[in-house]
């Protein structure tokens, strides 16, 4: 049984050692421990407490790293303890116990390193010299790490000053903190031609309303006059709107078309007439014919307008004022034009 402990020793192999066997006190050294042998022992490594005797102190431990050998057939252990010794002196760390377990062997095994003598020594004096004071503590450098706490603070505290003022200004105005976003504008042709549909679907001339259903198509096509070639067609007569299109670039038979329109407005709306039925569905094809054939022009941003009669002129200044300070009414007008939207994907009409 000699035997087999001996041969079982043989194939495992214990290090332990120092970076230096000399230190000054409180100075810090590795001991290296390591341990190789069989890939099929079992090795259970040693348990090492906060020191290895009395003087000297274990500060850290690194993870036990596991190699092995090329063929596969040897494994080592390895860890590095950090120690360091604030007494002076002559220190032996004692051997470090391993135990092992071979397979198929009853016996528990043990190796043990070799002790090893560390040498502890004090800084040397100079007695000859006098004694100083001691030094009065130094300031640190702030890091930014600690400045950055104090960093955000102050700019929260500008960001929360400068939304105050911002509400208390606004409040003082009287405007909402916060605005809706904008509606895209709907382009004029989009718009009569919606109109258009709805007066359609109104069926105003059936039931009776003559009246209000061709004052609400001329309305529309005012209405997309102002929008699209910028004629106050709202404030003008039929004659000064349709001298006004002459200026335009809409051909001389779209002009016909909403003339048409125009005076067979005028004659139901002062003269009291009653147009046959074809007249009110010919009406609302040709204003949509006209909006088809001028909605791609491009929108005029003046008309020259020469208004030699003092009452035109009158009336156009007084629609100047109008349009400068009623422009919500003009929107409101387009809105009750519109009424219930037939749908909210439809294109232009090309």
């Known amino acids: 049984m000699l035997f087999w402990q001996l041969v079982a020793n043989a194939q495992v192999d214990v290090i332990s050692k120092l970076d230096t066997n000399a230190i000054l006190v409180g100075d810090q050294v590795h001991l290296n421990l390591e341990i190789s042998f069989p890939v099929d022992y079992n090795i259970l490594w040693p348990e090492l407490n906060d020191t290895i005797i009395s003087e000297i102190e274990i500060l850290e431990k690194s993870p036990i790293d596991t190699l092995f050998s090329k063929d596969k057939n040897t494994t080592t252990l390895k860890q590095q303890l950090l120690i360091t010794c604030f007494d002076s002196g002559y220190y032996a760390l004692p051997p470090v ?70 509400y208390f200004r606004k409040r003082k105005k009287e405007e909402p903190v916060f605005k809706a976003p904008v509606k895209p504008k709907l382009p004029p042709q989009q718009i009569a031609m919606t109109a258009l549909d709805n007066l359609r679907l109104k069926k105003l001339w059936q039931s009776g309303q003559i009246k209000e259903y061709h004052t609400e198509l001329t309305d529309i096509i005012r209405i997309y006059l102002d929008g699209k070639f910028n004629i106050m067609a709202m404030e003008l007569t039929t004659d000064e709107i349709m001298a006004l299109l002459g200026k335009t670039q809409i051909n001389q038979q779209a002009q016909k078309r909403i003339r048409q329109v125009f005076q067979l407005a005028d004659m139901v709306k002062f ?21 088809k054939e001028s909605m791609h022009l491009n929108q005029a941003s003046h008309i020259p307008e020469k208004i030699d009669d003092k009452n035109t002129l009158a009336k156009t200044e007084i629609g100047n004022q109008k349009k400068e300070e009623g422009s919500n009414n003009l929107d409101e007008s387009k809105n009750n034009l519109l009424g219930p939207k037939i749908s909210s994907d439809k294109k232009e009409t090309e």
């Open 271 to 291: 003269a009291k007439q009653q147009p046959l039925p074809l007249e009110h569905d010919s009406s609302l094809n040709q204003a949509i014919d006209f909006v």
């Open 97 to 166: 116990h391993f135990d092992y377990i071979v397979p198929n062997d009853p016996i528990k095994h043990f190796e043990e390193t070799d002790a090893i003598l560390l040498q502890v020594s004090t800084i040397a004096v100079d007695t000859t010299q006098a004694i100083k004071d001691i030094r009065a503590p130094q300031t640190a450098p702030i890091t930014f790490r600690e400045a950055l706490p104090y960093i955000l603070v102050g700019i929260a505290i500008l960001i929360i000053a400068a939304l105050l003022v911002y």
